[in-house]
């Protein structure tokens, strides 16, 4: 043993361990940080709970997703149940229909004036007011506003809060049920869209070279094919239904996704712990998901909500080309793409899918906005 | 340039080609006999598959197909929607409406997203600012078929001011744009919003970078430095957002004209579609394809010509 400093005399050195004892064990006289350690996702959340627009974006989504999870068992109809002696009916709200709107009351025109003595066509108490009275070739012809629901003898105690469409379908039950599939549609197209993406471009960028060219050609010529006309191709080869619209959203939607990665990896994979892994043995496997990938988990997730209304848009799109789910199920587009044949004779029947399709597609790109800048904020007021 | 313009337009043939094999062997997987019908007779079903090739071999009739289109146009037959009739015949008399629609929507949307940003951008952080940011959001995120159902209803049912549908027997020029003008609004919206906030950024940043004061300084007036220095940089890359924008417009446009009944290929796909017409479908989609390479590859070469720096290095992101 050498000591350095050699005034220290001997038995001072060789003090037996046991006889060593702690001043203090319990009250640990470190400072402790007052601040709680605040990390990549924490700060962002942090960020984003700050942005008004993004955290009302939010409540609306969270909201649209529980209505969408439970009215359609609440409101007392089946999505597919028809009664088609009740078709078509105007929306009617209990509450509401006091003040005079969704009081489930049309106005019926060209109505030969005397048939509204008649109990059999007008029953007892349906008209609530007559709103234009002319003569057509000598014969008193009105508008007549009725309540609807009686005019057509449907019980008083039935409501339907936003109609019913020409099949007598709960409408309230459709849309939010269809607002389920739509989502599911969105939701089960992008994870898989972002799948496919990491793992392609995962694999282009980490080895780069060859491999790159060749993957880097292959999405570049797939990517210069009109996307809604691979869309369209691939709905026909795989018929109507909720997979096939995944799968067909899934053709050409994973490109954007892959081109992020691979140049995230081309960013990270010169790092020098990415060199240090490599060294100590760690498999390219390991490499690719563990020591790179974590770094572009940020834009994936915003890439990943933007997909989302672009998905609920192409779901839509579908439906009105008529290449949507199959029937009866319902879905946003479908009822639009149904609301469209009658809009002049019953708008509700298109507003109020509009209005919701509209609310969530707002929501969405406001909520993704919000994202990218609190996840990425060297970014912000980019577009 | 030339080789620039040469290098593109072989792009778009490539593609094109691609279009065409997906499409050809997408119809052909599909497992029943187009000619499989209980009313028709065995012998003039094999017949009619034997004028159409179907009784040979897939690579064969791909030849066929490929063959047909190339040296010929002949794009096959249609067998459902009007049988006999050749697809191209049925598709020519539909494309003038489609390409007038989609070019004037998109020819209507670039100076009103450019005059619509720029206001934005200048009048930064007043109620005008906020206002135009709060429509450009709700114009980038509804659907143009939501704002086309809304358009028809009110402006057409609640206040007559435009024919419910496309009016194709009208008389003038002027009044087929009338019938036009609420599918062309339809369309035109989301473009500009996205075109607003592209360039509403574009310039928030231009306006605040040191060249400009340095303008400003030399004695320019704001309207000048803007128009002179800020305006040109941020309007070049502008065809980065336009042409994804085409493609949108042109899927849109397939809903709209069906909605205004506008005689366009829109329509005519969603029929073929429904009726289950896969080669008239085909014929469709393949033309449809090439009306959209077509517009990218114009905006591709002009701002190859505007911007030298496009021209060498190839568009990339």
């Known amino acids: 043993m050498k000591y350095i400093d050699h005034n220290i005399p001997e038995e001072i050195l060789n003090i037996p361990a046991e006889q060593f004892e702690l001043v203090e064990r319990e009250n640990i006289k470190d400072e402790k940080f007052k601040t709680e350690p605040i990390g990549f996702f924490k700060d962002a959340m942090r960020r984003m709970g700050k942005s008004k627009p993004t955290m009302i974006s939010l409540y609306i989504i969270v909201a649209i997703i529980i209505a969408a999870l439970i009215v359609p068992l609440f409101t007392g109809y089946k999505y597919d149940e028809q009664n088609v002696s009740f078709k078509n009916l105007p929306p009617k709200i209990p509450g509401i229909e006091k003040l005079g709107i969704a009081d489930g009351s049309r106005v019926l025109t060209n109505r030969k004036a005397s048939s509204l003595e008649d109990p059999d066509r007008f029953p007892e108490g349906c008209i609530i007011e007559i709103v234009n009275e002319y003569e057509y070739k000598g014969t008193p012809v009105v508008d007549v506003k009725v309540d609807y629901y009686k005019y057509l003898g449907v019980p008083e105690d039935q409501y339907h809060w936003f109609g019913t469409d020409y099949l007598g379908r709960d409408l309230m039950t459709r849309l939010f049920r269809g607002t389920r599939i739509s989502l599911l549609i969105a939701f089960f197209s992008v994870i898989t869209n972002v799948i496919i993406g990491v793992i392609y471009g995962a694999i282009s960028g980490y080895y780069g070279g060859k491999v790159d060219m060749l993957m880097t050609h292959f999405a570049e010529v797939l990517d210069g094919l009109p996307y809604i006309v691979m869309t369209i191709l691939f709905m026909i080869l795989l018929g109507p239904g909720m997979f096939s619209i995944i799968l067909a959203l899934c053709v050409t939607g994973w490109i954007g996704t892959s081109r992020l990665i691979r140049a995230q990896f081309y960013r990270f994979k010169g790092r020098e712990y990415v060199l240090a892994a490599r060294t100590l043995g760690v498999k390219d496997i390991t490499l690719i998901f563990r020591h790179i990938l974590p770094n572009t988990v940020g834009p994936l997730i915003t890439r990943a909500m933007i997909a989302i209304p672009g998905a609920i848009f192409s779901e839509s799109f579908l439906a009105y080309i008529g290449l949507g789910i199959s029937p009866p199920e319902p879905s946003i587009g479908i009822l639009l793409a149904d609301g469209q044949n009658v809009l002049l004779q019953y708008p509700n029947q298109t507003l109020f899918p509009a209005i919701l399709i509209s609310l969530l597609m707002i929501a969405f790109n406001l909520f993704a906005n919000g994202l990218r800048d609190a996840l990425d904020p060297s970014q912000r007021g980019e577009e | ?317």
């Open chain 2, 1 to 317: 340039m030339f080789k620039y313009i040469l290098g593109r337009f072989g792009a778009m043939l490539l593609t094109l080609f691609l279009v065409m094999t997906l499409s050809f062997w997408i119809i052909r997987l599909m497992p029943m006999s187009i000619f499989e019908h209980p009313d028709v007779h065995p012998t003039i079903q094999k017949m009619l598959e034997e004028q159409m090739h179907l009784d040979k071999p897939m690579y064969m009739q791909y030849y066929y197909f490929i063959e047909g289109i190339i040296t010929e146009g002949d794009f096959g037959t249609s067998v459902k929607i009007r049988p006999g009739m050749s697809a191209f015949e049925i598709i020519e008399s539909r494309i003038p409406p489609t390409v007038l629609l989609n070019v004037v929507s998109l020819l209507f949307s670039i100076p009103m997203g450019i005059i619509v940003g720029t206001i934005a951008a200048l009048k930064r952080g007043k109620w005008i600012d906020t206002l135009i940011s709060f429509l450009i959001v709700i114009c980038i995120s509804v659907p143009s078929f939501v704002f086309a159902s809304l358009l028809q209803y009110t402006f057409t049912f609640k206040l007559p001011w435009f024919p419910t549908l496309y009016d194709s027997a009208a008389g003038s020029f002027a009044a087929m744009m009338h019938s036009l003008t609420l599918p062309i609004i339809a369309l035109a919206l989301n473009p500009i919003a996205t075109i607003a906030r592209y360039l509403r950024g574009e310039l928030i940043e231009t306006l605040s970078s040191e060249y400009l004061l340095l303008a400003r300084t030399k004695g320019l007036t704001r309207a000048q430095a803007t128009v002179r220095h800020a305006f040109r940089n941020s309007l070049v890359p502008i065809a980065n957002t336009i042409i994804p924008l085409i493609t949108g417009v042109m899927g849109g446009s397939l809903v709209v004209e069906k909605m205004f009944a506008v005689p366009g290929m829109g329509g005519q796909l969603i029929d073929s579609i429904l009726a289950g017409d896969h080669f008239l479908t085909v014929a469709l989609l393949i033309f449809y394809s090439a009306i959209s390479l077509c517009t990218v590859l114009i905006i591709d070469i002009s701002y190859g010509i505007i911007d030298p720096r496009i021209r060498i290095g190839g568009r990339k992101e």
